[in-house]
């Protein structure tokens, strides 16, 4: 196998890769690899050709098309390499010592030392498993044996409380890894192993499908995930529908809502099972109010009919406890159903690698340089937590491919000294359904000469339900730290932020009390 | 194919009703005779196109069926000679795991469970034993753990039963069958006179052909077949079974079968572990009417999800990647198999019929028990230059890093990974496009390479699989189909102006 | 009477508009830039148009196109038209005016992609 050394690479030429190898060429990383399986970069944007990106970042009113190659121009300016057409198969982390449970752990994510022909994908399964045989989806694992849908488990039944599986990989003689292997194939080179100090994961996420929402009825040609039906329509120049009902209200589901007019369609309906439009208000205006199109709030697809193809669907109105309310159901006639309806984080690989998932976000466990729960693996993007606009995901890119670098940059006792064990966590309280980072590095140095990687951060947040009038909190126990000025709406379709200044972080990193600072949103 | 067999125009020795696992298992024991000229017609794009490939892939080995059966008790127990053997040659895998029915009560405990044993024992099986709780917790260590034991049938086993019947229409294929998709019987005509006494008529009259045998495995349209033979004493009443798959995550938490105690009219849910690494949930029972009502239903979803998590309490529905419904052929009037000549004793017409829940099991019995009934009426001649061997496609997800190296090194199209949820190369997809049966439908390649049935559910790669399905035969992206005519994905180009619709004055904004 | 959703802010405020004698009163609306918003949807609201047009000679069949500055609502249907209508040859740059002054509307239709 032919094998290259980067001082980081980034899984994925998204707009979070592009943007991570931005950033580590300017946290001062010198080889920097971008891995992309597609022929092109910009992930998921070329097929965005719809304008509303970048007025964040640029001031500017851009396309997903415009918007990625302005940063993939920059990536090659600044000297990133990216291999394209290049599949990662899997990342092996470098033994990780920290973690103390992990002697427990066979080996599993599948590496001989010599490669030696064993099956890679035999014992490498995932969730933390235990005897008795209970699943948590809050996700830790107890002695007592809870499954969780994230972390590790072994196929001999060993449970790593930490996490991490480990497998070969380079140990430094200060106990810190050195080395992480990521194996990939291309039709160019066969298999090869880029061996980095540093990882980024930037991987993004998929739609949810029909089946991850048992979505009842036959199964009909003219079923599409709204991603789908996108790429079909600006890519490859095919319309996959003529009369159209759209699941789901996020953006994707509005902005095909519009394509698909434009390009003949007749949208019939879009059906939105909460209360509220899932997505941008900005996209219900120029997408569904302008051409007429119907909203049906707390409402659901209940039947998809057709045996050839979709010849209709039936939809009804559903109560607050999400049934549906007989008396209620109509019947749209359509040829096509898009799906709209949640992105999910693409972590199969983060997985594979034994690295934490948070399950709220369903993205790894990050610290405010985004470092995962392996040491020297980053994430970024919508792979971490899916945001609202690409503008976030850059940034968090940078901040990934700067914290890389410098983490490539260290070694030995200055390693140690800056990415400490002691940590302060977060937790989402009332009104807050996930945070990310979901923890600060402490360390005992803290004040003036303090060392350790924990600069100023901005705390993502996403709230719950559409909420007038709020103030954001963030309290230790009964202290409140930190409070907002009022809001006049926060909306779960739209990220909000937290500005963790010096100041703050002070504040919050107290010697006498680690417990969980909560963030919360209180109603005024 | 050789010249060894002289295939007329349009004239057949054998005609075979319906491509499902019993059509294409006959077929293939047949295929292995010289003196036969065969084609099978299939209504749909594909082999294995409906109740053959909604199931649990559960093959079982007799222990739990009706002691009042007895042609489905032979035939599955014929099959379960040969799993073996059979799959060996035809590159199928299977395991021999065992089932465990669990029970969670004293009174399964004590009473189902013997009650079980015994009706195994008078099936002819005698394998199964009942097992207590640590035994099962060794088996099975994550099921409830309220369990007490469980009866273990060892001789239980698992496929995938559309690798199975794929392998069992290619390996036919190349020995000679004739395969007609999207082809239904819709009539057959018979007489005394001239050398084939069958007119088979293919949809309503598109095509006919002769035949001197025709075979019924028409399915849930068996007993439509029949009567066209004047055979019309019995009725299937389709029996709905509804599946959930699971995310390949939780694999490890399921070794093999495991039902629950029987449910009253039903053996009740199963969680079984497939042999692609996924986890099954189902099958749930309703009988039907209708043979196209296939949708998945709400209601069957709580009772299914209820039934398996009394086996294993961890079970959540957000752990299901793919949901799909089965209709199984059963009979409302016999409760058995039907398998035979024509009643009158004259016309050359064999029913494999209403092979119901347990098909997949029965099915490689059916095919030499038929083989059998032919030699009644003719000798047949085997073929010197029958090729029992099929080779599956080579994955690049299962193989390890030294195959894969190899794999790459030989086509380097295996190193263009075109299914990210389960590793499918290009190479894969070429291969199974140019199959030995020419399907070259969506859902014909999923089922050949994996591809589209992952999380993605096909959101990634199907774009990609399109495209190389028109660069390889030629076709339009609008000619690509979901499952054969009338399931074509696409609508219209976007950007032709001679196809395209002008948005709706009426819709726009425009003029407002 | 007329809802419009402000979309200036998150806060999305529904401003209601009615007519009198020539003008128009708003309630509903937070702050004066939404008042300002909610004219403009009325007297001459605008978009950025944004399709795809045909490419020879690239490896994809479309380049995706936008209208470079907003234009009146009232001309998309005619601006699909014309990008129905066009198709251009590969090489295309970011940036390239595919058709001036498109429809009247003093902006142009330019490449959103250089392929």
Redesign the interface.
Same mark, same amino acid.
């Given at each position: 196998m032919k094998e290259y050394k980067y001082d980081v690479a980034v899984v994925g030429a998204g707009p979070a890769g592009l943007a991570a190898g931005i950033g580590a060429r300017e946290g001062g990383a010198e080889k920097i690899v971008i891995i992309e399986r597609d022929f092109m970069t910009g992930g998921i944007l070329p097929q965005c050709i719809h304008n509303g990106f970048g007025l964040h970042n640029f001031g500017k009113d851009l396309t997903g098309p415009e918007y990625a190659e302005i940063y993939a121009e920059k990536a090659a300016a600044l000297g990133v390499e990216i291999k394209l057409e290049t599949m990662v198969l899997e990342i092996v982390p470098a033994k990780n010592i920290l973690s103390e449970a992990d002697d427990a752990v066979p080996p599993s994510a599948g590496l001989d030392p010599g490669y030696s022909g064993r099956n890679p994908s035999s014992g490498s399964t995932t969730g933390n498993v235990s005897s008795s045989g209970n699943v948590s989806s809050s996700g830790n694992v107890s002695s007592s044996g809870n499954v969780s849908s994230s972390g590790n488990v072994s196929s001999s039944g060993n449970v790593s409380s930490s996490g991490n599986v480990s497998t070969t990989g380079n140990v430094s003689s200060s106990g810190f890894p050195e080395i992480h292997t990521v194996i990939c194939v291309s039709k160019s080179e066969g298999l090869i192993k880029i061996k980095a100090k540093a990882v980024i994961l930037a991987m993004g996420c998929r739609e949810r499908t029909r089946g991850n929402i048992m979505l009842p009825g036959t199964r009909p040609a003219g079923i599409f995930t709204a991603g789908l039906a996108q790429r079909f329509t600006n890519i490859e120049g095919y319309l996959p529908g003529k009369n159209v009902v759209i699941l789901g209200s996020g953006d994707i589901g509005m902005i095909m809502a519009r394509r698909l007019t434009f390009e003949g369609a007749s949208v019939k309906a879009v059906v939105e099972v909460m209360s509220f439009i899932g997505g941008l208000s900005r996209n219900k205006v120029q997408c569904l109010d302008d051409f007429n199109i119907p909203v049906f709030l707390n409402h659901t697809v209940c039947y998809i009919k057709g045996n050839s193809r979709v010849e209709g669907v039936e939809i009804a109105e559903i109560d607050d406890e999400k049934k549906i309310i007989e008396g209620t159901r109509r019947f749209i006639e359509c040829d096509t159903l898009l799906l709209s309806v949640g992105l999910i984080p693409e972590n199969e690989l983060t997985e594979k690698a034994g690295i934490k998932l948070d399950p709220r976000t369903k993205g790894p466990e990050v610290d405010s340089t985004f470092q995962t729960s392996a040491d020297g693996i980053f994430a970024c993007g919508n792979v971490m937590h899916v945001s609202d606009l690409v503008d976030y995901v850059s940034e968090d890119g940078i901040t990934a491919g700067i914290a890389a670098a410098r983490w490539a940059r260290f070694s030995g006792k200055e390693r140690e000294k800056r990415y400490p064990k002691a940590r302060q966590q977060f937790t989402p309280g009332r009104n807050v359904s996930y945070i990310v980072p979901q923890a600060v590095y402490t360390g005992s140095d803290s004040g003036e000469n303090s060392k350790t990687e924990k600069s100023p951060f901005k705390l993502s947040f996403r709230v719950t339900k559409p909420m007038r009038n709020v103030k954001i909190q963030l309290a230790r126990r009964e202290v409140i730290l930190h409070e907002s000025n009022v809001k006049k709406i926060v909306r779960p379709g739209e990220m909000e932020k937290i500005d963790i200044n010096d100041k703050l972080l002070e504040l919050i990193i107290s010697k006498n009390d680690t417990s969980d600072i909560r963030v919360e949103v209180i109603q005024i | 194919m050789g010249s060894w067999r002289s295939f007329l125009k349009n004239k057949y020795r054998v005609v075979i009703a319906g491509g499902g696992v019993v059509g294409c298992a006959i077929a293939r024991e047949l295929s292995q005779y010289e003196n036969l000229s065969i084609t099978l017609l299939e209504k749909e794009d594909d082999v294995c196109s409906g109740t053959s490939k909604a199931n649990n892939s559960h093959i079982v080995c007799g222990a739990d069926l009706d002691p009042s059966c007895p042609v489905e008790i032979e035939m599955i127990r014929r099959s379960n000679k040969r799993w073996e053997s059979i799959t060996a040659e035809l590159d199928v895998e299977y395991t021999r795991c065992g089932s465990f029915n669990v029970a969670v009560t004293e009174s399964e405990f004590n009473d189902t469970l013997p009650a079980l044993q015994k009706k195994a024992q008078s099936c002819g099986i005698f394998s199964t034993r009942i097992i207590g709780r640590d035994e099962l917790?060794s088996k099975e260590?994550?099921?409830?753990?309220d369990a007490l034991g469980a009866l273990y049938a060892p001789e239980d086993g698992s496929l995938l039963s559309y690798y199975l019947v794929l392998a069992l229409a290619e390996n036919a294929a190349v020995n000679g069958v004739k395969f007609l998709f999207e082809s239904e019987v819709t009539a057959l005509s018979f007489s005394q006179e001239g050398k084939f006494p069958w007119t088979v008529e293919i949809n309503n009259g598109e095509k006919t052909l002769d035949a001197d045998f025709v075979i019924n495995s028409a399915g849930l349209y068996s007993d439509a077949v029949s009567k066209m033979a004047g055979w019309d004493n019995f009725e299937i009443r389709p029996r709905k079974g509804e599946f959930?798959?699971i995310d390949k995550?939780?694999? !490890?938490?399921v070794n093999s079968i495991v039902y629950g105690c029987p449910q009253p009219d039903f053996r009740g849910t199963t969680v079984v572990k497939t042999r692609d690494g996924n986890l099954m949930v189902g099958p749930t029972a309703r009988d039907l009417r209708d043979k %196209?009502e296939?949708?998945?239903?709400?209601d069957a979803?709580e009772a299914g999800w209820a039934a398996a998590k009394r086996v =294993? $309490?961890?079970?959540?529905? !957000?752990?299901?990647?793919?949901?799909?419904a089965g209709l199984r052929a059963r009979c409302a009037e016999i409760n058995d198999y039907i398998i035979g000549w024509h009643p009158d004793g004259v016309k050359p017409f064999i029913n494999a019929a209403a092979i119901r829940s347990t098909g997949i099991s029965g099915s490689i019995g059916i095919g030499e028990y038929i083989a059998e009934l032919l030699t009644e009426r003719i000798t047949l001649e085997k073929n010197p230059l029958f090729n029992p061997v099929r080779k599956k496609i080579k994955r690049f997800?299962?193989?390890?890093?030294? +195959? *894969? +190296?190899a794999l790459?090194?030989e086509n380097?199209?295996?190193? %263009?990974?075109i299914c990210?949820?389960q590793?499918v190369s290009?190479a894969e997809i070429i291969e199974a496009i140019h199959n030995p049966l020419g399907v070259v439908s969506l859902d014909g390649i999923k089922r050949r390479t994996k591809t589209q049935m992952g @999380?993605? !559910?096909?959101? =990634?790669c /199907?774009?990609r699989i399109?495209?190389i399905i028109c660069e390889e035969t030629g076709s339009s992206?609008?000619e690509i189909?979901?499952?054969g *005519?009338? /399931? %074509?994905?696409?609508?219209?180009?976007?950007?032709n $102006?001679s196809s395209?619709? @002008?948005? /709706?004055?009426? @819709?726009?904004?425009?003029?407002? | 009477m007329k809802v419009i959703t402000c979309i200036t802010c998150p806060v999305g405020c529904e401003i209601t508009a009615e007519e009198k004698n020539g003008r128009y009163l708003f309630r509903g609306a937070l702050c004066k830039a939404g008042e300002k918003y909610a004219y403009m949807e009325l007297t001459s609201p605008e978009r950025v148009v944004t399709t795809s047009i045909r490419i020879k000679g690239s490896v994809m069949p479309l380049v995706s196109v936008k209208t470079s500055a907003p234009v009146p609502r009232e001309k998309i249907r005619g601006i699909l038209d014309e990008a129905l209508k066009a198709e251009i040859v590969s090489p295309v740059k970011r940036g390239d005016v595919i058709i001036s002054n498109i429809c009247g509307t003093e902006a142009d239709l330019i490449a959103t992609r250089t392929q």
């Open positions: - | 917790l260590p994550y099921v409830n753990p959930w798959v995550k939780y694999s !490890s938490l %196209e296939k949708g998945t239903t709400q979803m =294993f $309490p961890w079970l959540d529905k !957000s752990m299901t990647i793919h949901q799909y997800e299962t193989a390890s890093w030294s +195959e *894969r +190296e790459v090194k380097p199209l295996y190193g %263009e990974i990210r949820c590793t290009k @999380r993605c !559910s096909g959101g =990634f /199907t774009p399109v495209k992206p609008l189909t979901k499952r *005519r009338g /399931t %074509e994905i696409l609508k219209r180009e976007t950007k $102006p395209h619709c @002008r948005m /709706t004055a009426g @819709r726009s904004g425009a003029g407002k | -």
